[in-house]
């Protein structure tokens, strides 16, 4: 006896091969699509944030140019005042030696004293006061240069504090431009 051929019993059919492609391609292009739309908000929201970035940079070099020129004026008003120092030290010797010569010696002499006396500590009040200034705004911009660092509310009350120091350094200035005139 021949047995016969098995034969396969049928199974799920299986579908035609271009409609299984076109579920394939769907599926790349729907994460495709999901991909590119992640990509984009990614995009949008860094663009954003660089332009927050941005402005905050501007802001900072705004002020560190603003704190630089102040810095140079304080410079120059220190130099100021020290010329006028060595102006106002030879016309107190000139005027000791005018008086020296129009009266007593001693009387002069004393007068010279304390005249230099007064200009001296008042010019040393002015250097000592635009030196704080000068070093205060040294700080303020060495500050400012690493702002991310710092509270923005404590450069602020920094800053404060240090037109304070230069404020009162242009007030001693101007005492002793009142003690030098004759």
């Not at 920094?158 to 002793?176: I, K, S, T």
């Amino acid at each position: 006896m021949t047995e016969a051929p098995v034969v396969a019993a049928p199974g799920p059919a299986r579908e035609p091969g271009p409609r299984r492609g076109s579920r394939v391609l769907a599926i790349v292009l729907v994460a495709t699509i999901a991909v590119g739309a992640y990509l984009w908000l990614t995009t949008v929201r860094w663009q954003s944030t660089s332009a927050e970035w941005e402005e905050k940079a501007h802001g900072y070099a705004e002020e560190v140019a603003s704190l630089r020129m102040q810095l140079d004026g304080a410079n120059s008003e220190l130099q100021a005042a020290r010329d006028q120092l060595s102006t106002a030290t030879a016309r107190i010797t000139d005027l000791a030696n005018e008086k020296a010569q129009l009266g007593d010696e001693n009387v002069a002499s004393e007068q010279y004293l304390n005249y230099q006396t007064q200009v001296s500590a008042a010019a040393a009040t002015v250097a000592s006061a635009l030196g704080q200034c000068v070093s205060g705004q040294e700080q303020l911009v060495g500050y400012l240069k690493d702002a991310d660092q710092y509270e923005p509310s404590d450069l602020s009350r920094y800053e404060r504090e240090v037109n304070a120091l230069c404020a009162d350094a242009e007030d001693a200035n101007e005492a002793l431009q009142k003690e030098l005139r004759p």
